[in-house]
Antibody, heavy 118, light 110 residues
């Protein structure tokens, strides 16, 4: 069965860096685009970034552009999100998701909490 | 990349039908038939319930239906049940591999 397992969350000071990982299993990882989505405390879902199935293209929400970098290692079935210059407003649960051909996300990880302290 | 607009809350009694709107622009909702909807029970993982405006994934109840008119997509929940109480989010492709979520709607079953 499809599984996505995020890790790497924690408490980090503002302006510092953190890297999240998402280990995928149960499907051919290299065939799918992958997203990062976050949910800030008490607020809604926010799309963060996408990486194409082969890693050739990467796109970001304006709120993280220039600070976050998405990457993947298809040999390890793993997705990453490197987060630099973290701000208090980046505090959120971060989910990795699998993209379908209809531009939706059919599988989600359980999420990993990132708390940025100022 | 402005969030799509949803009502903050919608409520209904068991058995009733409710509709949640999701208003975007001609660059996102209006431009593509690539709107999806997610049900999110607090503390759980969001669940895809509608994709491509009106298609239901396997296993999703036919009480959930979706449609779109112009720049507004809508989700209807028929025969409201207690288990439907959750947050609901619309999501749209906005071109050039950019995506946007709605502001979210809390559904309360009275």
């Amino acid at each position: 069965q499809v599984q996505l397992v995020e890790s790497g969350g924690g408490v980090v000071q503002a302006d510092k860096s953190l890297t999240l990982s998402c280990a995928a299993s149960g499907f051919t990882f290299s065939n799918y685009g992958m997203h990062w989505v976050r949910q800030t405390p008490g607020k809604g879902l926010e799309w963060v970034s996408i990486i194409w199935y082969d890693g050739s293209k990467k796109f970001y929400a304006d709120s993280v552009k220039g600070r976050f970098t998405i990457s993947r290692d298809n040999s390890k079935d793993t997705l990453y999100l490197q987060m630099n210059s973290l701000r208090a407003e980046d505090t959120a649960v971060y989910y990795c998701t699998r993209e379908t051909s209809s531009k939706s996300s059919d599988y989600w990880g359980q999420g990993t909490l990132v708390t940025v302290s100022s | 990349q402005s969030a799509l607009t949803q009502p903050a809350s919608v409520s209904g009694s068991p058995g009733q039908s409710i509709t949640i709107s999701c208003t975007g622009t001609s660059s996102d909702v209006g431009a593509y038939n690539l709107v999806s909807w997610y049900q999110h029970h607090p503390g759980k993982v969001p669940k895809l319930i509608i994709h491509e405006v009106s298609k239901r994934p396997s296993g999703v109840s036919d009480r959930f239906s979706g449609y779109k008119t112009g720049n507004t997509a809508s989700l209807t929940i028929s025969g409201l049940q207690a288990e439907d109480e959750a947050d609901y989010y619309c999501y749209s492709y906005a071109g050039i591999s950019i995506y946007v979520f709605g502001t979210g709607t809390k559904v309360t079953v009275l």
